[in-house]
């Protein structure tokens, strides 16, 4: 274990700088450069030992900071990992581009998930999220992702100004902006105020309901490594956040965000899963499915404990794998078919049955089906709200938990059930079938062995309490 | 070291399953020798482990052959397993119906690999859920038990051929009712739904007991509020008796098992819906004494109009394979009944009933599935005079038949006088009305069944059909014989059921 406080920041620093000059140089092997760099970040990540904090107290790299930073860098690294030697023909000629935005968003990322101080946490927040309005423009040729990028950017901004006003009260209450001093400030009525706004603007960035319509355009007009990584990271960074500002330090006071965060839980995942039924587009499917899985990870945040915390924690892990897994399946099958309809699947496990597998697997795990990670996710956040006496959560929860499967159910279906258009193996890149098989492990090895993630969120989440 | 004699019984089919995922790929042939050679091991062992319960000791032993691994200590999971008279009597009604299930479903063609591999699967969550005394292992095999179960249908199973008129038309049209797809997806998400109430039920006990511990036993010696009694009885009520075909949350079950392949249908009716009744009994009555007594009028009203609506149900279809489904839902409530007189007679009837039940109807699934493999046709009324060219068939639909309508000599009879018994000591003496309505109802619509496809007059267009054949009679043979034997034999089954439920319903009525 080493203890290096600005390993990691410096490190993807360092990276860019050296994506922008070897990009400049000539294109080639600035995804692979970029890949590698991420892949030696996260190891070094796993290394990494908490070594309190810096800056006068503005930055700390705690056991949750390290915790969460492992989180985005090995979803970078997937993410990265799946779109080598893509042949989106964009991705190809503005590599560069990419890359750096992308490396820029996770540097945010980081710097947000130390960040104890309201400026260098806005800061951070804001370079996480302005290279995600482009990124989703990428394909700047067609309408559909220049209308996304826009959509995207206009509620980014207003949910940033609603943070930031939101943020100026919290000052304005409490004469500081650190988070520690914050957190002990006395309660009244300006303070919340800021609070309650400040909530509202991070609902936006979580994507939860009634604040996610930015996502199902965004995903499905983005490219598809970049949604995949897009629909996790931002998320856990949020979350983050989330623990941060309302959480931390406060002790009893937490339970003040209990009703709020049981209501919002409640709102999204009824939204999210029923706005997933009718989509015939995966892409879409997966946004919708993924509000209702922010749905369900309010509902550890309804728990307002360390327990719902750390549940929080290992749900984000699980997502990470689940999730993006899916979508580089829906990747694979769009590049070889040209369709990301449901129907683009059929008949699948006939066609390519270990990438029916894995996507089964996915599918499965984002359902809550036991021995693959999902299902340990949804029962811990359910058992954190158990033992706070939301048995009402619980139950909405997992009756929901029934539509949920239902349309999954139905990707299963093409993938099994129907005959196949024809009978040629689906094409995968190495790079994408890696990128596929690290999130099978991901899934399946948490699905069998969760504890030893559970003991670290638990670990990591005490402290915040 | 004592030889984990439940653990080889649950797990070996699932052994099986890969085995055949992985080593039998290209020959069907391998495939069925690995599925009948592993459950026949369950079988042999679950025979065993029927013998060598101790009927004497059980009174004060409780569970035995039990067997306990730690999983996740610090949050009070254990791998724990341990079998009561009830249970052994289901862990053989299991192996029997499986045995005869994978003889029964020798002829599945396509992708018969997947088939019997996700069969085997789902049969270990079967027998887990019957062994498991932690709660926790106990939702995991329920689980296990009921998703394979949607690509089984999904993939395998048969549309009804029997097209809706009128305004179900219109639904067919709009849903797909009656096709395979729509059937799968029905159960699956009905049988999901159930154990989200079911989840949920757990999770209140674990919390309120508050030992830190799923287990069956620290769950049971602790004592909970009445108010949480009641609620909690409710969801385990609702939760596993969906899976019970409990009215109104049945309409999964005709659906599911008429749609299902011959060896799920065998399964499902025969195994997975006692399963439910075996959760009502074991965990809503087992743990939460006092919110059964409360709610058993309602589990007996229910029950009532179970066996009556059932059975209506069952004289009005024209589908084989829907009167079949149809008078399980009516079976179902004589089990539910039995079990919500809380008597002696009626715990005992209720029980032996799923046993019975599960050999009787696994035994009517096998016989729809191969007259409909040899007359392609599964329309009542377009079949006729079977019994002449396959007599064996004609015969063992008949026994079976019988035994569904309580005739004395096949284990049906002493169920239903049992839980006659029951109803009568019961507080609802009225119960005994509708119970045996039903009794005569099924006597009308497996008669006129029987007689129409095998006893009626014979039909030119069937003289080439064939009686059952080699791994056939297999299936038959066992299936029959389980029901004859334990008509004539029911203190076998009884004297270790007994020992079980005494001690339960001590629990129950001394508070």
């Known amino acids: ?465 | 070291m004592r030889v984990p004699i439940l653990s080889l019984i649950a797990w070996m089919p699932f052994v099986g399953a890969l085995l055949i995922m992985f080593t039998a790929r290209r020959s069907p042939l391998a495939v069925r020798l690995i599925a009948a050679i592993t459950t026949g091991i369950s079988t042999v062992l679950s025979l065993w482990v029927y013998a060598a319960y101790d009927r004497d000791a059980a009174l004060t032993t409780g569970f035995q052959f039990y067997e306990k691994l730690a999983l996740v200590p610090p949050l009070g999971i254990n791998y724990e397993l341990g079998v009561d008279g009830i249970s052994i009597l289901m862990v053989l009604l299991t192996s029997i119906i499986i045995f005869a299930g994978v003889f029964a479903s020798w002829t599945v063609a396509t992708r018969s690999q997947e088939f019997y591999a996700l069969l085997l699967a789902l049969v270990t969550g079967v027998y887990g859920v019957f062994v498991s005394l932690d709660m926790f292992v106990f939702f995991l095999f329920y689980e296990l038990a009921v998703l394979p179960m949607y690509l089984l249908i999904g993939i395998w199973g048969s549309s009804g051929e029997v097209r809706p008129r009128g305004i179900f038309a219109w639904a067919y049209r709009e849903t797909g009712v009656g096709s395979k797809e729509y059937a799968a997806m029905k159960l699956t998400l009905y049988l999901l739904f159930g154990s989200a109430f079911i989840l949920v039920g757990i999770f209140a006990l674990y919390v309120a007991a508050g030992t830190a511990s799923f287990s069956f036993l620290d769950l049971e010696a602790a004592s909970f509020d009445p108010a949480l009694q009641r609620w909690v009885f409710l969801a385990f009520y609702v939760g596993f008796g969906i899976l019970a075909g409990i009215w109104p949350l049945h309409t999964w079950s005709p659906d599911g098992h008429a749609s299902a392949p011959t060896a799920v249908s065998m399964l499902h009716a025969g195994v997975l819906m006692k399963l439910g009744a075996y959760g009502v009994v074991r965990v809503g009555m087992g743990l939460l004494p006092s919110g059964a007594t409360e709610l058993a009028w309602l589990v007996g009203g229910i029950a009532c109009i179970n066996v009556v609506y059932g059975a209506l149900s069952a004289m009005a279809q024209v589908d084989l394979k829907y009167v079949i489904a149809y008078s399980s839902v009516s079976h179902m409530g004589l089990v539910m009944l039995g079990a919500a007189t809380l008597t002696e007679a009626g715990l005992n009837g209720s029980v032996f009933q799923m046993f019975a039940h599960g050999v009787m109807t696994g035994l009517f699934f096998a016989l729809v599935g191969l007259v409909y493999e040899k007359a392609h046709s599964r329309e009542i009324f377009r079949m006729g005079g079977f019994g002449r060219v396959m007599p064996g068939i004609a015969t063992a639909f008949t026994i079976a038949g019988l035994s569904s309508l309580g005739l004395p000599g096949t284990s049906g009879f002493v169920a239903e006088i049992l839980t006659f018994m029951g109803a009568w000591r019961s507080d609802h003496r009225w119960w005994l009305v509708p119970a045996v309505a039903g009794t005569f109802l099924t006597a009308v619509y497996v008669l006129r069944v029987a007689k129409q496809i095998f006893w009626g007059p014979p039909s030119p267009h069937f003289h080439h059909l064939e009686d059952a054949r080699g791994p056939e009679w297999v299936a038959l043979v066992i299936l029959v014989g389980v029901l004859v034997l334990f008509g004539f034999l029911p203190g076998v089954a009884l004297v270790p059921v007994d020992t079980a439920t005494v001690p339960l319903l001590s629990r129950i009525l001394q508070p």
């Open chain 1, 1 to 465: 274990m080493i203890a290096a406080p600005y390993l990691l920041e410096l490190g993807v620093g360092a990276l860019m700088l050296a994506v922008f000059v070897v990009g400049v140089l000539g294109r080639r092997p600035v995804g692979i450069l970029a890949t590698a760099g991420v892949f030696v970040l996260t190891a070094a990540a796993l290394a990494l030992a908490p070594s309190g904090s810096a800056l006068g107290g503005m930055f700390v790299q705690d056991g949750l900071a390290i915790f969460v930073k492992r989180v985005f860098l090995a979803a970078t690294a997937i993410g990265l990992l799946s779109g080598l030697g893509s042949p989106d023909r964009a991705m190809a000629r503005r590599s560069t581009e990419y890359h750096l935005l992308l490396l820029a968003s996770l540097l945010g990322m980081l710097v947000l998930a130390s960040a104890r101080d309201l400026i260098l946490l806005f800061l951070a927040f804001e370079l996480m999220s302005i290279p995600l309005y482009v990124l989703t423009g990428f394909a700047k040729r067609e309408p559909e992702a220049v209308e996304a990028s826009l959509k995207f950017f206009l509620v980014g901004s207003v949910s940033s100004a609603v943070i930031a006003y939101g943020l100026s009260f919290v000052y304005g209450a409490t004469g500081s902006t650190s988070l520690g001093a914050i957190a002990k400030a006395p309660a009244s009525p300006l303070l919340t105020l800021g609070l309650v706004a400040a909530l509202a603007g991070l609902a936006f960035k979580i994507a939860a309901f009634p604040f996610h319509m930015w996502v199902p355009d965004a995903y499905e007009a983005g490219p598809a490594p970049f949604v995949a990584w897009l629909s996790v990271a931002p998320k856990a960074a949020g979350f983050v956040t989330l623990f941060r500002v309302y959480f931390e330090g406060v002790g009893d006071r937490a339970a003040v965000w209990a009703p709020a965060a049981a209501a919002l839980a409640t709102v999204t995942m009824l939204g999210g899963n029923l706005m997933a039924l009718p989509q015939t587009n995966t892409k879409r499917l997966l946004a919708y499915s993924g509000i209702a899985q922010i749905g369900y990870m309010l509902v550890g945040m309804a728990a307002a404990s360390a327990s719902g915390t750390a549940m929080i924690l290992f749900y984000l892990v699980a997502y990470v794998f689940g999730n993006m897994g899916a979508f580089l399946v829906v990747e694979a099958v769009a590049r070889s078919e040209g369709s990301e309809a449901t129907s683009a699947f059929r008949g699948l496990a006939q066609r390519s049955p270990l990438l029916a597998l894995s996507m089964l697997l996915f599918l499965l795990s984002l359902g809550g089906i036991p021995f693959v990670a999902g299902f340990w996710a949804k029962l811990y956040v359910f058992w954190a709200a158990a033992e706070r006496g939301l048995y009402w959560l619980v139950l909405v929860g997992a009756v929901l938990t029934v539509v949920a499967l239902f349309y999954y159910l139905l990707v299963a279906r093409s993938m099994y059930i129907e005959a196949p258009a024809r009978m040629s193996r689906v094409p995968v890149t190495p790079a994408l079938a890696l990128s596929v098989l690290l999130c099978v492990l991901g899934v399946v090895f948490l699905g069998v062995y969760p504890k030893a993630v559970v003991m670290a969120a638990l670990r990591v989440a005490t402290p915040l309490f």
